[in-house]
């Protein structure tokens, strides 16, 4: 399973866009990637997904260049309740995905 | 109201009881898991089931058992034999290729 790279920390302000990058050099060819999101004693929460290029669904935005050996989570206008952990992970789409979190990169917006 | 259920919210043990951790979904998934989260720190796979009856050591997998006799059940027990218990246990279920739901979670301490 390829090993991903995050900041272990951000801070922004509300109303701010925030970007995350991560750096999953050895990605495989059938490997997708991955964001959850987590608030403290709660599980995790999917975000987004994506393959290829860019992925945009109604929370954030994912954007991938060709070579995927990294990826940007980006969070439009953020707000308070967007203070959490962001996990980036990388898993093949083979089937039941086997995921592994890293330590994720805890974002705290401030007012 | 479909979702993961996960009970007790909290729970003690004492040192060489054994305890059992209950899952329950209601999403008709097939695949389900079970992590295990020290402060600070990321998710860690202890086990996964695609099918009944069938299930698959994770990463740390010694000290723990399972079992899948309902496609909705997973129950994790946390035996003696696990040094550190300690933690936060998050349940999760799938479809195949799709992303994880992932429970509220369970608190345990050894006392």
């Known amino acids: 399973l390829a090993k991903t790279t995050q900041p272990i920390s951000m801070d922004s302000y509300e109303g701010q866009e925030v970007n995350i990058t991560c750096s999953h050099n050895n990605i495989a060819t059938n490997d997708y990637i991955t964001w959850y999101q987590q608030f403290p004693s709660q599980g995790p929460r999917f975000i987004i997904q994506g393959y290829k290029t860019k992925v945009t669904n109604e929370v954030a935005s994912l954007f991938i260049p060709a070579d995927r050996k990294s990826s940007t989570l980006s969070l439009p206008r953020v707000s308070l309740s967007d203070t959490a952990v962001y996990y980036c992970l990388v898993a093949a789409d083979t089937g039941f995905q086997k995921l592994v979190f890293g330590t994720g990169t805890r974002l705290l917006v401030s007012p | 109201d479909g979702g993961i259920t996960q009970s007790p919210k909290y729970l003690f043990r004492k040192e060489g009881q054994n305890v059992t951790l209950s899952c329950e979904q209601n999403?008709?998934?097939?695949?389900m898991y079970w992590y295990r989260q020290d402060p600070g720190q990321g998710l860690r796979l202890i086990y996964y089931?695609?099918?009944?009856?069938?299930?698959q050591k994770g990463d740390i997998a010694e000290g723990y058992s399972v079992s899948r006799e309902k496609k909705e059940s997973f129950p994790l027990t946390v035996t003696s034999a696990q040094k550190n218990p300690t933690a936060f246990y998050l349940c999760?279920?799938?479809?195949?290729?799709?992303?994880?739901?992932f429970g509220p979670g369970t608190r345990l301490t050894v006392l």
């Open positions: 999403l008709n998934h097939d695949a």
């Open positions: 999760a279920s799938s479809f195949y290729k799709r992303e994880q739901f």
């Open positions: 089931s695609q099918i009944v009856n069938d299930f």
